[in-house]
């Protein structure tokens, strides 16, 4: 599991358990979820959620981008249930790199690039507005994850 968020922010405590229908961990994303396709967001499914749970947040982030770690989509303070549908929004939506609201699809320049979709579930509502940025979103996280989970999905352009 990679986490994006200072080791020292904050305390895991357990480890959720991410799965999709939509591609298999480590495995190539199908062109659906990605800019050669419909751009929309895979089903993620969601478990062993610790009790105490109030909310999950997703942020999903390419490490291979020239700038290093391009922000895919951030969503907080999602109702715990389960499933985050495909085509989903959600939650709150978060901004992403390219400075739009919710969910931007893989799009790589070149190469083969890892997409990180990080589950972290609080203990806490964020309670922030709309198109906070993920900084802004791991840094009101800090000291109120109570487990999280990371699925990683593949992808190269044609």
């Known amino acids: 599991m990679i986490s994006f968020i200072a080791a020292s922010a904050i305390l895991i405590q357990s480890t959720l358990v991410i799965t999709s229908s939509s ?11 990605t800019c050669d396709g419909k751009n929309i967001s895979p089903e993620l499914a969601v478990t062993e959620v610790p009790e105490g749970t109030k909310t999950l947040v997703v942020i999903m982030v390419d490490p291979d981008a020239p700038g290093g770690n391009m922000t895919h989509w951030v969503a907080f303070d ?3 249930g389960g499933k985050i549908k ?15 609201l919710g969910y931007t699809g893989p799009c790589p320049s ?19 507005k709309e198109g906070a940025s993920r900084e802004l979103v791991e840094d009101a996280m800090k000291d109120h994850v109570l487990a999280s989970g990371d699925i990683t ?3 190269q352009r044609k």
Not at 23 to 33: H, K, L, Q, S, V
Not at 110 to 128: C, Q, R, S, W
């Open 23 to 33: 591609f298999n961990d480590g495995e190539m994303i199908p062109p659906t979820y």
């Open 78 to 80: 999602i109702i715990p």
């Open 86 to 100: 495909e085509d989903a929004e959600p939650g709150v939506k978060g901004l992403n790199g390219k400075g739009t």
């Open 110 to 128: 070149n190469g083969i690039h890892h997409y990180h979709f990080t589950v972290y579930a609080l203990d806490i509502i964020l309670n922030l």
């Open 153 to 155: 999905g593949i992808y």
